[in-house]
């Protein structure tokens, strides 16, 4: 059973820009969530996704946006990119009918901004 | 608001010892825990998840404890191996979908 994927593993922005990052969720997963890993904050979430519909968002400005295909694969956008974006992005994916599902991560997108 | 603290913060140990690491949260109202391990630069791997009614779980090497009343968890960890050196990570969950997670325990396991 293949795990969760995550495309890119790695970007280099420039402030300003704006980017998209994707994330296959295990198959019959229909649940994904998103969270930033900085040094600085740790593991912090930023949204999570059933069945196409927002259920939860974190407290992170507006430039940071999502959604989720009818196949529950998902993609996270973040637009006018800062410095303070870097960070590896995390998905994660759990079959999402109920809270007490294991969730399981990828590998990650490690997004740099010069 | 629930926080989620590990201590310590790293532990270095000679391959062969049993170790503990520690998870403490501040609200009891939880669904689960679930311990993850994770090496530099990468995702997070899937240690042992525990429900609210549970008291531990185990998966090779591997045990982890539960005690919702106290808002503690342990992860034991048996017979080191330099394999092991890796950021070990606690979350948990609560009314929301989303994980609460901790700041991290940073083992080295020397050969």
């Known amino acids: 059973k293949a795990g969760v994927t995550q495309t890119p593993r790695y970007l280099i922005k420039t402030r300003g820009q704006q980017v998209t990052l994707s994330c296959s969720p295990i198959s019959g997963h229909r649940s994904v969530s998103w969270y930033q890993q900085t040094p600085g904050q740790g593991l912090q979430f930023l949204f999570e996704?059933?069945?196409?519909?927002?259920?939860n968002k974190g407290n992170f400005p507006g430039r940071f946006s999502g959604r989720q295909f009818s196949n529950s694969r998902s993609e996270m956008n973040v637009s006018t990119l800062e410095l303070g974006d870097s960070a590896l992005y995390l998905c994660a994916s759990s079959p999402g009918q109920r809270l007490n599902t294991e969730a399981f991560f990828g590998q990650g997108t490690r997004l740099t901004v010069v | 608001k629930q926080e989620v603290t590990q201590i310590p913060a790293a532990l270095s140990v000679p391959e062969g010892e049993n170790l503990v690491l520690n998870c403490s949260f501040t609200d009891s109202a939880i669904y689960n825990l679930q311990w993850f391990r994770q090496d530099p630069g990468k995702g997070l791997t899937s240690l042992l998840l525990?429900?609210?009614?549970?008291r531990e779980q185990t998966s090779g090497r591997l045990n982890a404890s539960l005690d919702k009343s106290s808002g503690r968890s342990t992860l034991y960890i048996a017979a080191s191996q330099p394999g092991d050196s890796a950021t070990y990570l606690c979350a948990v969950r609560q009314g929301t979908y989303k994980y609460i997670f901790g700041t991290g325990t940073r083992l080295k396991v020397l050969a």
């Open positions: 996704y059933f069945s196409e519909t927002q259920r």
């Open positions: 525990i429900q609210s009614s549970q």
